[in-house]
């Protein structure tokens, strides 16, 4: 009866000993998770302020006019993979949703990764960028900014 015992858990024991590789590395991970929670920063480059900004039906603030960067939703679950954004344009209350595909793949996200900046063009077309510090306005963003106060468009 021990001897059963005994083989029966050095059997499982060996069964969990060839899962381990399948654990050790992100790629081909079949624990691998589904969703990350980061702090969401929002960036808007619209002319306009919006408000009830969603990202995958969660709420990730408002901005005004050219706005964004100053406020941080924390704790924010994310799941990985295609991701919905959507908003309301403050005037006129008229829906918009985002013209791009989105994803946030598991290979985008950092180790060190702390933040997700969604930025929001003109265009309907949004980026999202992940980083370890606060992030900045992205380059298209900063154009954008730069064009619209420097010829008060």
């Known amino acids: 009866m021990m001897n059963k015992s005994r083989r029966k858990i050095l059997g499982n024991l060996a069964c969990l000993s060839l899962l381990y590789p399948l654990t050790a590395c992100g790629k081909g991970n079949l624990f691998m998770k589904k969703e990350v929670v980061l702090d969401v920063v929002l960036f808007s480059y619209l002319k306009i302020t919006i408000f009830d900004v969603h990202l995958n039906g969660g709420d990730i603030g408002v901005a005004g006019p ?3 960067g ?13 991701q919905t ?13 985002v013209k791009n595909l989105l994803t ?15 930025h929001i063009y ?10 370890e510090n606060l992030p900045q ?7 954008i900014y ?3 106060h420097l010829y008060g468009r």
């Open 66 to 68: 050219y706005g964004g």
């Open 70 to 82: 100053g406020g941080v939703m924390t704790g924010v679950t994310i799941p990985l993979g295609t």
């Open 85 to 97: 954004l959507n908003w309301r344009d403050a005037g006129s209350g008229k829906s918009f949703s």
């Open 104 to 118: 946030l793949p598991p290979e985008a996200i950092q180790s060190n990764a702390n933040y997700l900046a969604v």
């Open 122 to 131: 003109p265009d309907s077309t949004a980026e999202l960028m992940t980083s």
């Open 137 to 143: 306005p992205s380059i298209r963003g900063e154009q």
């Open 146 to 148: 730069k064009e619209n």
